[in-house]
């Protein structure tokens, strides 16, 4: 009923940057907020950055001023920009959102809950 994909990602030197993207698709009567998590290996999944429908930010300290977050309502696509990266910044990166959709296909009723992308890696090299 909802999908949420995932592009950007790749391998990228120290200094570098990458841009990723995470859009929502389906029977969707709206889209809350939404974010960026990652994980790295043998960690666990840590925010990374989120930003709720009316555009208010938070940002994990560790990448405040050079993640900028941002979001096409209109799309109800979420962008991470990640610049001057570091090789600490290596990871899975999962997109997150909260969305309220249709659970028939006429539209009567309506259910919210948290869904996540598939995650891209994300590589930083030094």
């Known amino acids: 009923q909802v999908q949420l994909v995932e592009s950007g990602g790749g391998s990228v030197q120290a200094g570098g940057f990458v841009r990723l993207s995470c859009a929502v698709s389906g029977r969707i009567d709206r889209v809350g907020t939404m974010g960026w998590y990652r994980q790295a290996p043998g960690k666990q999944r840590e925010l990374v950055a989120t930003?709720?429908?009316?555009?208010?930010?938070n940002y994990a300290d560790s990448v405040e001023g050079r993640f900028p977050i941002s979001r096409d309502n209109a799309k109800n696509t979420v962008y991470l920009q990640m610049d001057s990266l570091k090789p600490e910044d290596t990871a899975v990166y999962y997109c997150y959102a909260d969305v309220t959709y249709y659970s028939d296909s006429f539209r009567n009723f309506r259910n919210t809950r948290g869904y996540w992308g598939q995650g891209t890696q994300v590589t930083v090299s030094s």
């Open positions: 930003i709720t429908s009316g555009g208010s930010k």
